[in-house]
């Protein structure tokens, strides 16, 4: 059985940093790649980042993320991070990890297999 849980969430002040971890059981983590979505309060689910399967694998970003969240990854403790700076009210969601096994079109929410249950991150102004 798959399991992915996040964690890390929180309450912070605009400008503050959080980081998110994603543990991952019941699937062979290196060959996944590993990606973050969020979904604000009435909006749909959007693409935040991901990493290919290989540690040190390459990254990708949304454009309002770019340069403020860092993605990486441990395949020794199976676990995905997500590090945010420089938070922004607008960044308030509930973020997923999601595992994708081919790793195309990355920024597609329906290519990946596996999804956590999300955790609630929220900035305040």
């Known amino acids: 059985q798959v399991q992915l849980v996040e964690s890390g969430g929180g309450l912070v002040q605009a400008g503050g940093s959080l980081r998110l971890s994603c543990a991952a059981s019941g699937l062979t983590f290196s060959s996944y790649t590993m990606g973050w979505f969020r979904q604000a309060p009435g909006k749909g689910r959007e693409f935040v980042a991901a990493?290919?399967?290989?540690?040190?694998?390459?990254?990708y970003y949304a454009e309002y993320v770019k340069g403020r969240f860092t993605i990486s990854r441990d395949n020794a403790k199976n676990t995905v991070f997500l590090q945010m700076s420089s938070l922004k009210p607008e960044d308030t969601a509930v973020y997923y990890c999601?595992?994708?096994?081919?790793?195309?079109?990355?920024?597609?929410?329906?290519?990946?297999?596996?999804w956590g249950q999300g955790t609630q991150v929220t900035v305040s102004s």
């Open positions: 999601a595992a994708d096994h081919f790793g195309n079109d990355l920024n597609n929410e329906d290519r990946y297999e596996y």
């Open positions: 990493i290919y399967w290989r540690s040190g694998g390459n990254t």
